[in-house]
């Protein structure tokens, strides 16, 4: 889920050159933070500034055009962005031509706050107006006036229509994400995603099928579909209402497309139509993210999550009797509002009992405007012990279920060199387990057999077979 890119100290940023102008109008550097669906986005804004001539930039310091794609899901992000933005003051200082832009979740909801802070900030952009970005750069290059864009679109009736023009043009990539609903409906107590993301809505099925041939067209083997409760898609569509199962058996018709992924799912909206979808596509991945959150009725309650561990339990039941070798992973909050230390022990047992394949897990982070920020809040002493002792515990139950798995064979599509040591390749298996192998004479794409040997915390070393 979340990933939080590393910033630059100022010690690292020096003064870059000015805008040239004519056809390459200067390069282009985009930090993002947040989960898929901000780096998704921040894919769009590359290829709406490429649309204007501008080339990357190797780092912010030789920038013309920075945009920072920002996270607000917990406070951590938000400092980091804001740290980030005191550092650009003093290169746009010096160079006031520079444009910097304030993209994503924090600039939805604290525009004001940004251009309070950091008046160096040429525009916000809210997260349903990335396609706006383009035209505020041409603007910001002959004006200084702030400007933001933050419309999100309304319920009109029982629909919301309103979906973002996408761009065309995506590089060539093994893996792809394909955003298919966009915001949320659900309002749980400590989530901000709904005021940062607006009312839910859904992709025409058409666009989401023209992306996704336009992409294995293209040499895309894998894609994954997003949403913030992405089982709900087609709930709101207005008409040609297509469910989300059937979205995932219209796209395993595509010729050429190995593997489907989806994330993440709403557990009260996971039903058994879905379940037998995902058996019965073949490219429909054994992997299921499904966010429990908490292990105690309670706190589920509390979480305003419209689902007990009890119905969890049961669609946990019918997902692993029905499709073989699934991966489990999930969310765990640690630490919410009130959380007494029985309940949290009732999040330890649901651990023991769901054995998740992987999970993420989180301190609670009170976001301003939630309800639950308002409520009673857990001594951060506490909870981050609590949080040590479930992160302990998970990583047990991970290499447990690791080392029971050595010894068997499993499907990898072999994605390349590992980041870490190019003399090793890595990939993935149907159920979401890294593997590292010894590259042979493979290539990118391949469906290979590998004999998972060695088990480690995230996936396995594993031997290549025939
Ligand atoms: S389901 Fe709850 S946690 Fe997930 S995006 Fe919606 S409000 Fe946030």
């Not at 740290?83 to 979740?105: N, T, W």
């Not at 979906?163 to 893996?175: A, C, E, M």
């Amino acid at each position: 889920m979340a990933q939080v890119s590393p910033v630059r100290t100022p010690a690292n940023l020096t003064l870059g050159a000015p805008i040239p102008r004519g056809l390459k109008r200067g390069t282009y550097f985009v930090q993002t933070w947040g989960c898929q669906m901000n780096e998704e986005d921040s894919e769009q804004m590359v290829l709406g500034l490429e649309s204007l001539g501008l080339t990357p930039a190797a780092s912010p310091n030789e920038a013309n055009v920075i945009l920072l794609n920002t996270c607000s899901v917990r406070k951590k992000p938000e400092d980091k962005a804001f740290s980030f933005l005191g550092e650009l003051r003093f290169i746009k200082e010096a160079r006031p031509d520079l444009v910097i832009g304030v993209c994503g979740c924090m600039a939805q909801i604290r525009a004001d706050e940004i251009h309070r802070r950091a008046p160096h900030v040429n525009f916000v952009v809210g997260t349903a107006q990335v396609n706006r970005i383009p035209g505020l750069v041409e603007e910001a290059l002959q004006t200084r006036r702030f400007q933001k864009r933050l419309d999100l679109p309304e319920r009109k009736g029982s629909v919301v229509t309103d979906v973002p023009d996408r761009l065309g043009g995506r590089k060539t990539k093994l893996k792809a994400f394909i955003p298919v609903q966009y915001g949320c409906d659900k309002f749980c107590t400590y989530c901000i995603v709904p005021s940062t993301r607006g009312r839910e809505r859904s992709r025409p099925t058409e666009d989401i099928v023209r992306e996704a041939r336009g992409l294995v067209a293209n040499g895309t083997r894998e894609i994954t579909l997003l949403g913030q409760t992405v089982n709900s898609y087609g709930k709101n569509l207005a008409e040609g209402r297509v469910s989300f199962g059937q979205l995932l058996s219209i796209l395993g018709g595509i010729p050429g497309l190995e593997r489907i992924r989806y994330t993440s799912p709403y557990p009260r909206d996971f039903k058994t139509d879905l379940i037998e979808v995902i058996r019965d596509v073949p490219q429909v991945m054994e992997h299921c993210h499904m966010p429990l959150q908490a292990g105690d009725d309670h706190l589920l309650r509390r979480m305003r999550r419209v689902y007990t561990v009890e119905s969890y339990a049961a669609i946990v039941d019918e997902l692993r009797a029905t499709v073989p070798n699934l991966g489990l992973t999930t969310d765990i909050i640690v630490g919410f509002p009130g959380e007494t230390e029985e309940e949290f022990e009732g999040t330890m047992a649901a651990m023991e009992r769901f054995r998740f394949d992987g999970a993420f897990m989180f301190k609670y982070s009170p976001r301003p405007d939630t309800p639950a920020a308002e409520m009673k809040q857990v001594d951060s002493a506490v909870a981050s012990r609590r949080l040590n002792q479930l992160i302990k515990r998970q990583r047990e139950i991970q290499l447990e279920i690791g080392e029971a798995l050595a010894g068997e064979e499993r499907e990898v599509m072999v994605e390349g060199p590992s980041p870490k040591n190019p003399d090793v390749w890595q990939g993935y298996t149907r159920c979401f387990r890294m593997v590292h192998f010894s590259p042979g004479s493979l290539s990118p794409g391949q469906l290979v057999q590998v004999r998972l040997t060695e088990p480690h915390m995230w996936g396995f070393v594993g031997t290549v077979l025939g």
